[in-house]
């Protein structure tokens, strides 16, 4: 075994060019690889935190069966005013929870008394949900960015905004179904529009919590 060391000892100091070119070419290969690692993993941290701090948040508290039929929105599956007090009394006693925002998650149809579509809409408290989401305003691309919303407003993805030919300052109706099947609509004022994320968030609105509340 030492004598193969001793042959390859000899062999690098002999042939000096080629080591050296050798030496580089390792060193080039090693250095690229590392790079694109942390590009790499730089890009997916950056995709991963505009998407949590701009729309869905870290952490997402659910009702045991929710996300098994969370493409049909069900509004038996939200918690019930006993749980969410109960998470709210944890997330209050734990120190690294630095925001927290109530959402009720529905679907509802959308008209600009011409025209009809589906949408699935965010009720929140605006103070609350700036905390939780930060980067939320960012996505604002026309409108008022400053509070959120206000009750009676709502923030519209753009998809449907441009389907629709819709700007900041009309007026639209939403119409929806509460758990026991009653139909009730309600008429809003778009406030802003939203920028698309890929994926289902495309056809997000939000609204005031409060509204949600009188709509259901």
């Keep these: 075994m030492g004598n193969i060391f001793k042959l390859a ?8 060019r080629r080591t050296m070119l050798t030496s580089m070419l390792i060193t080039l290969g090693v250095v690229s690889v590392l ?7 730089s890009f997916k941290a950056l995709m991963v935190g505009q998407i949590t701090d ?3 948040g870290h952490i997402q508290i659910h009702k045991k069966g929710y996300l098994a039929s969370i493409d049909s929105l069900p509004l038996n599956r939200n918690l019930t005013g006993k749980q969410v007090d109960q998470v709210i009394q944890v997330l209050d006693r734990e120190e690294a929870v630095e925001a927290y925002s109530i959402r009720i998650k529905l679907g509802a149809m959308f008209s ?4 009809t579509t589906n949408i699935r809409l965010n009720a929140v408290t605006p103070i609350d949900e700036l905390k939780t989401a930060p980067l939320l305003p960012g996505r604002i691309l026309k409108g008022e960015k400053a509070g959120l919303l206000k009750a009676g407003e709502i923030l519209i993805p753009e998809l449907i905004a441009k389907g629709m030919k819709i ?8 119409v929806a179904n509460n758990k026991d099947g009653s139909v009730n609509g309600q008429n809003f004022i778009v406030r802003g529009i939203l920028e698309g994320i890929s994926g289902p968030g495309g056809r997000d609105a939000m609204i005031h919590i409060d509204d949600a509340k009188a709509l259901l």
């Design 9 to 16: 000892v000899r062999n690098l100091f002999r042939y000096k």
């Design 35 to 41: 790079l694109f690692i942390s590009i790499s993993g």
């Design 54 to 56: 701009s729309m869905l």
């Design 112 to 115: 600009n008394f011409i025209e």
């Design 167 to 174: 700007n900041v300052g009309n007026g639209v109706v939403l």
